[in-house]
């Protein structure tokens, strides 16, 4: 019966795959190379004698080309992708990635240039960055952006490194930095390397950063507040301004997490309602490829104060129009990253911005917001929204009504992959017990959205009935639900041969 | 809910105490343990390490998230609870027998009498849950 209700997925054929080491067959071979026509040389005169294996690669796979091609093929058949729907992993911005930006990416010049290219035959390169350089400052309305820190982590971190930079320079770096207790997680890590320790900032009963708790805790020790806005709970700050003000007059500087750039971009600025230092995640919101397809880019944006103090080598014309690198910067806090950062992802970024354009920009922000609150409308009935109102680019439910059922978060998101939808952030933010915090982003089509509503709403049916199927879910899978506990108590690291142990 | 032992003193941040002399026996409640989920490690400091009162001495991590553990009152580690390296699913299993944390030398009794009774800390995990 419950199986008639799941409408987007149906069960099908997924191939059993075993190891590429376990499919190794003696003597199958991938490649062929043709006769060298010089003399041949003996390894151990070309190599020295300890540089040479004598086992003859024992226990390396032997395969051929079509074993392997079908070997990931059928992998990836396992996997669920943005590619395949919905994909609702709230604060993580999981939304399509344009074909255009893979293809002006593996464009030859960019594709495959060499990183250490002198700077005068990589200037179409250093254009690409100095323009996305310019863009993202544009979008945040802040002074000079680094496209250097590899990740949103690393760009706090170097945001806090300028902080400190300015703050030393001052005469005092402080001690504390303030974070409230919606914030992410790598927030009070990245204070702490950065030498502050961290106090956390209360947030109210909607959900908003205590004012009157920022102004007891604002003091001459404090360097920074570190905020997400929109915050994890999918609000704006409403009160930013008056954030920035209690923090400014205080002496000390405002850190934004840009993570939930997907929610402002093309609207509002940060630096218009007073952030001093943020980072963007161009794997989040300018849509280069997120989660495994990443790898990421945290490119951080500052006022024309903390300018000096950016990552060198920038990037600056000069008077004959052309790009040079410019390492002549003593405040700096010197190079957080070999070259550009991740600079595939810069390209693809650049490329987004550049389809979109201004207008384009601001649609996508309108369109992830509508499509937030169209599922928080919808599934307001059926499950328990901590923070109610109107949210940003996501929204956070719990599972306080289906507890009664003994049903948890996580069995209603193992669930959900039997409906053939990636499940739901499950958890996080801290302060809600039992978060399902969805983000559908603004690729989504409203007739995606509505299965995905359908598909809570049943699952939320299944709870009542029959609890039991939920605690077992996902059972169409190619494997059922995974002992995570066992896993992380007593994980395995190791593949071994099947041999002697 | 399981039963909240009668004899021991509780904290808001969800600690029991087994007060006996100038001694006490630190975990977690079973409240704390049954919203955390399973226990997967446990982060627990030396012998011989002195906190003050409401300061975190370990952490507890479970598949959803990690929890600091704080001190219930200032003192120092005397003994320290090994089992749970290889066996964190103590605390889950028996938190007031097996799953204990440390022991611990009370530097001031009187703080002792500042914690929760069990009447008391099952009134307040009562009013966390209606908020």
Known sequence: ?501 | MADTPEDLSYTKDHEWVRVKVNEATVGITAHAQDQLGDVVYVELPKVGDKFESSEPFGSVESVKAVSEIYMPVSGTVIEVNETLNDSPELVNEDPYGDGWMIRIKIDNPAQVDALLTSIEYDDYIKEEAAE
């Open chain 1, 1 to 501: 019966m419950s199986k008639n209700r799941i409408k987007k997925a149906t069960t099908h054929v997924v191939q059993n795959e075993g190891l590429l080491f376990e499919e190794s067959r003696p003597g199958r071979i991938g490649y062929s190379i043709p006769k060298l026509d010089v003399p041949e040389q003996p390894d151990d005169q070309l190599l020295d004698r300890r540089l040479v294996r004598d086992d003859d690669l024992e226990g390396m796979p032997e395969l051929s080309e079509v074993d392997v091609i079908r070997h990931f093929t059928r992998l990836s058949t396992w996997n669920y992708c943005i590619d395949h729907g919905l994909y609702p992993l709230g604060s993580c911005t999981m939304k399509y990635n344009p074909r255009i930006n893979e293809k002006i990416a593996r464009i030859e010049g960019f594709a495959e240039l060499h990183p250490l290219t002198p700077a005068r035959l990589a200037q179409g390169a250093l254009e690409v960055i100095h323009h996305l350089e310019k863009c993202l400052a544009q979008i945040t309305g802040l002074a000079a952006v680094t496209s250097q820190p590899a990740a949103g982590a690393q760009g706090e971190m170097t945001g806090l490194m300028m902080i400190r930079a300015a703050l030393t320079e001052r005469g005092n770096p402080r001690k504390k930095v303030l974070i409230p207790d919606s914030a992410h997680g790598t927030n009070p890590a990245s204070a702490v390397i950065c030498g502050y320790t961290v106090e956390t900032v209360p947030s109210r009963s909607d959900g908003l950063t205590d004012l009157d708790e920022l102004r007891k805790q604002m003091s001459e020790d404090v360097a920074a507040l570190m905020l997400t806005n929109p915050n994890t709970l999918g609000k704006f700050e409403q009160n930013i301004r008056e954030i920035c003000g209690i923090v400014h007059e205080g002496g000390g500087f405002v850190y934004m997490d840009g993570a939930n750039m997907n929610a402002l971009a093309g609207v509002t600025k940060p630096a218009s309602f007073g952030i001093d230092v943020m980072h963007l995640n161009l794997h989040k919101t300018f849509s280069t490829p997120h989660g495994g397809g990443g790898p990421g880019a945290g490119p951080v944006a500052v006022t024309a104060e903390l300018e000096p103090y950016l990552p060198f080598p920038r990037i600056s014309r000069a008077e004959d129009g052309m790009l040079a690198l410019d390492f002549d910067r003593p405040k700096s806090v010197g190079r957080v990253r070999a070259f550009f950062g991740n600079f595939g992802v810069l390209v693809r970024a650049l490329a987004y911005i550049l389809t979109h354009g201004d207008s384009g920009l601001r649609e996508a922000t309108e369109t992830a917001v509508l499509n937030a609150n169209y599922i928080a409308h919808h599934l307001k009935d059926t499950y328990d929204v901590p923070y109610p109102g109107r949210v940003m680019h996501e929204v956070v439910f719990s599972d306080k009504r289906q507890l009664k059922y003994g049903v948890r978060n996580a069995d209603i998101a193992k669930r959900l992959i039997d409906y053939g939808f990636y499940p739901p952030t499950m958890s996080f933010p801290l302060v809600v017990h039992g978060a399902l915090m969805v983000e559908p982003t603004e690729t989504e089509g409203r007739e995606e959205l509505d299965l995905f509503i359908d598909a809570m709403k049943s699952i939320d049916g299944e709870a009542s009935e029959d609890p039991a199927l939920l605690k077992h879910a996902p059972l169409t899978t190619k494997v059922g639900r995974l002992d995570e506990v066992t896993a992380a108590r007593k994980p395995v690291l190791k593949w071994r041969s099947g041999k002697g142990d």
